[in-house]
C-alpha cells in the first residue's frame, strides 16, 4: 500500500532523513522505533506533505504522492495523526470531527461516518458540544484519532499516540489502535513505548540518526538483545 524509496528530508543544510527506504503492506500494523530526535516525526511530516522532501519517492495505493499537496494526500487516504493531538480547542467535540470531513460532501455518509467514530469513542458522543480544550489528555487523542477517522482513511499515520498518557490509558489507546486497524485501516504507527508498538506490530523498522538501520518482524524485535538494550529497558 505504501512504497517509500530513498526518502530524504533537510532542514536548512541538516539531513534529517537520509535515504530512508521502507514498504507497509494493506492490513498491517508497521511501528518505526527510535531514540527522541532520530527522525520519526520527519519522516510522517514528509509521507503527509506537512515538511518538503528533498530526495526519493513516495507511492501510496498505486499513486504517486512525492510531491502532492497535503489536502490531496488526505484525499487519496494518507492521513496523519500528529504528535501533541493538534485539535482545535476553541471548537466542540462534534466541530473537530467535521473538520475532519472537510473533503466530504455526502451529508447520509458523514452522518454514518459520526455514528462509527462515536461507536468506537462513546465519550465523544455524550460530549459532543463540550470545548474541546476542556478534555483531558487522553480524551484529546481519542478525538485526534477521531478527527482522522471522519476522513475515511486508507491508512493513518500516528505519531507518539501515547504520549503524557496515564498508564492506564497508554492501555486503553493502543487497544483502540489495533481495533481500528482490525476493521480495516492500515497504521504506520510512531511510538516511544516500544514494547508496547511492538507488541500490537506485524514488523517493525528502526531509525538511527535519521537512517534505517533494522527491520523485522515486530514479535523477533521484542525478543532481540539489542533492541531490548536500546529500546526496551534492558
Do not use: C, W
Not at 497535503?70 to 471548537?91: M, Q, S
Not at 493513518?156 to 490509558?169: K, N, Q, R, T
Amino acid at each position: 500500500m505504501l512504497e517509500v524509496t530513498n526518502l530524504s528530508v533537510h532542514y536548512d543544510s541538516i539531513q534529517a532523513i537520509k535515504d530512508v527506504s521502507f514498504t507497509v503492506n494493506e492490513g498491517e500494523i508497521i511501528t518505526l522505533i527510535g531514540a527522541n530526535g532520530a527522525g520519526k516525526t520527519s519522516v510522517l511530516h514528509a509521507l503527509s506533505g506537512i515538511t518538503k522532501k528533498t530526495g526519493g519517492s513516495v507511492i501510496f495505493n498505486k499513486i504517486d504522492v512525492t510531491n502532492m499537496a497535503p489536502d490531496k494526500i488526505v484525499r487519496a487516504g494518507l492521513v496523519h495523526v500528529p504528535e501533541g493531538r493538534r485539535i482545535f480547542a476553541n471548537l466542540s467535540i462534534r466541530e473537530n470531527l467535521e473538520m475532519g470531513a472537510f473533503i466530504h460532501k455526502n451529508h447520509a455518509q458523514i452522518k454514518k461516518d459520526f455514528e462509527l467514530v462515536y461507536e468506537i469513542f462513546p465519550l465523544l458522543r455524550n460530549r459532543a458540544k463540550q470545548f474541546a480544550g476542556t478534555l483531558s489528555g487522553g480524551e484529546q487523542q481519542m478525538l485526534a484519532m477521531g478527527r482522522a477517522l471522519m476522513s475515511r482513511p486508507r491508512m493513518l499515520l500516528m505519531d507518539e499516540p501515547s504520549m503524557g498518557l496515564a498508564p492506564i490509558l497508554v492501555d486503553e489507546i493502543f487497544s483502540i489502535i489495533s481495533k481500528i486497524n482490525s476493521e480495516g485501516t492500515t497504521i504506520l504507527l510512531v511510538e516511544q513505548n516500544a514494547f508496547k508498538a511492538l507488541n500490537i506490530a506485524d514488523r517493525a523498522y528502526i531509525l538511527e540518526t535519521g537512517r534505517m538501520v533494522k527491520s523485522g518482524l515486530a514479535r523477533d524485535f521484542l525478543h532481540d538483545s539489542d533492541v531490548k538494550a536500546a529500546y526496551l529497558g534492558g
